[in-house]
């Protein structure tokens, strides 16, 4: 160890700023020091998929309608909706403490192929790319309604995801939701500071210094963000042209989402061996009536992904006790995880090794 009293961000505690969130994260990377032999652990059983699974084509859902035999993506409305359309507005009460206010939505589940035995990394660019394109055209189409569409990916048990088919969902609201909400106030104050788009200059001075890029092609960056909370937690950001939502992509932007995405996914699955459990979503700027295309400056549309592993297939990162009542912490550093991860094959998923 480093015995000398200057700093060393791989050595030292430290807490670093997340200015997206306003928010500040520990970093105590003298507890790496601990031996770590950094072997992948046998992955878990995966288990055949279920020949009844109500996601896939063909198939009889829990409300009785059948699937019709998709071959490509398929998105129908969720069964059990945390969101309804409608609803009766709750009574206003002048008082701060007990505000309450109408929430409407909607919520789909989007499959994104119709074998189960394949996720996003085992899916040919192609076969991703479609999903990109559905992506676009869900958040178009619920984008003129509602405020914000949350596209959101749960993947894997250890995330509570109910159903092992490759799917995802779609929340539409009326309201603000606090991430985007937060996020939205966050790169405003920015703009309105230093005249600049907080992500592009971000990720502007990220491509200058290299530490914590993963991978890149000529469209996307997907990169560990310096305020990482989760070990291996990514942001996959677009380089050209700012587009502020989903909806602003070009042909060539999609294409390289769907390249990246199947790219950045393969790592994440070698790494440990296993298919690697993540919730991934996108935010973009707040979309529906009162938000026109263009209107916001101050967003950059970006993915993120959100693992839970932290050791292992078998060994996850808890966001409990400091997390839950002081604030969050983490050991590797986010330089450490970019360099396990650009490390990783990206090329050949460990499934189809020879
Ligand atoms: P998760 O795996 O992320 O939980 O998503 C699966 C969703 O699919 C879940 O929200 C819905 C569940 O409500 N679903 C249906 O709408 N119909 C079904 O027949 C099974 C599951």
């Known amino acids: 160890m480093n015995k000398s009293r200057e700093f060393n961000a791989a050595e030292h505690q430290h807490v670093r700023y997340n200015p997206l969130k306003d928010e500040w994260i520990l970093v105590s990377p003298h507890r790496c020091l601990r031996p770590w032999s950094g072997h992948s652990e046998p992955p878990p059983q995966e288990q055949p998929p ?10 009889v859902r829990a409300n009785g309608q059948r699937n019709p035999n998709y071959t490509s993506t398929y998105v ?3 069964d059990f909706p945390a969101l309804l359309e409608r609803g009766p507005e709750p009574p206003q009460s002048d008082h701060p ?9 909607t919520c789909r589940v989007m499959c994104f192929h119709p074998n189960s035995a394949v996720s996003i ?27 914000w569409v949350q596209i959101f990916e749960n993947k894997g048990n250890v995330m509570g995801c109910s159903n092992p ?11 603000l939701p606090n991430e985007g909400r937060i996020k939205d106030r966050c790169q405003k104050e920015y ?14 001075m990220e491509m200058e210094k290299k530490e914590r890029i993963v991978i890149q092609n000529t469209e996307w960056v997907a990169l560990v963000p310096y305020w990482a909370t989760w070990p291996f937690e990514t942001m996959v950001l677009p380089i050209n042209g700012g587009p502020q939502r989903l909806t602003d992509l070009n042909d060539q932007q999609k294409k390289g989402l769907a390249e990246i995405i199947k790219l950045l996914t ?25 938000h026109t295309a263009g ?3 101050h967003w950059l549309l970006h993915a993120i992904y959100l693992p839970p592993l932290l050791r292992s297939a078998t060994v996850k990162k808890f966001m409990v006790g400091y997390e839950m009542l002081a604030q969050s912490q983490r050991d590797l550093t986010p330089e450490q995880a970019a360099e396990k991860l650009r490390n990783c094959n990206h090329l050949v998923h460990y499934k189809n090794k020879q």
């Open 50 to 59: 279920d020949p009844n699974n109500p996601l896939k084509a063909g198939a």
């Open 266 to 290: 393969t790592k994440y699955d070698n790494l440990f061996s296993c298919s690697f459990p993540y919730s991934m979503g996108f935010h973009g700027a707040p979309t529906g009536p009162d």
């Open 165 to 175: 088919h490759p799917h995802c969902q779609i929340w539409a609201s009326s309201f």
């Open 191 to 204: 703009y309105t500071k230093y005249n600049k788009t907080l992500l592009v200059e971000y990720l502007e």
């Open 121 to 147: 990394p085992l899916m040919s660019v192609e076969e991703i790319l479609s999903v990109v394109e559905e992506w676009v055209n869900q958040t178009k189409e619920l984008g003129r309604r509602y405020t």
């Open 76 to 78: 129908f409305p969720n």
């Open 295 to 297: 209107d916001s400056p």
């Open 97 to 105: 403490l007990f505000q309450a206010r109408q929430a409407r939505g």
